[in-house]
């Protein structure tokens, strides 16, 4: 699928958009009346290293986004309308 700029009232449960650059793609996991609620992953390291590295950190950071916002965002993936 081609990305496609979509506002936050276009959004469904599933699809996949981007909001940053780095590690950017978050998916719509509960639309509310007013909200859409968005999950993505993030990788971080500690602000020090050792012979063996540096230790890494991986997590979800979720948000919301207000429907009504006139944002555009990429939609990286459409959900599967059947699930």
């Known amino acids: 699928m081609k990305p496609v700029e979509v506002t936050a009232a276009e959004l469904n449960l599933g699809d996949v958009i981007r909001v940053t650059d780095v590690?950017?793609?978050?998916?719509v996991r509960k639309i509310t009346i007013t909200d859409i609620y968005v999950f993505r992953p993030?990788?971080?390291?500690?602000?020090f290293s050792y012979v063996g590295g540096v230790i890494p950190y991986i997590g979800i950071e979720e948000?919301?986004?207000p429907r009504s916002t006139g944002a555009t965002f990429t939609l990286v993936q459409k959900s599967d309308p059947k699930r």
């Open 23 to 27: 590690f950017g793609d978050a998916v």
């Open 42 to 47: 993030y990788a971080t390291t500690s602000d």
């Open 63 to 65: 948000f919301s986004i």
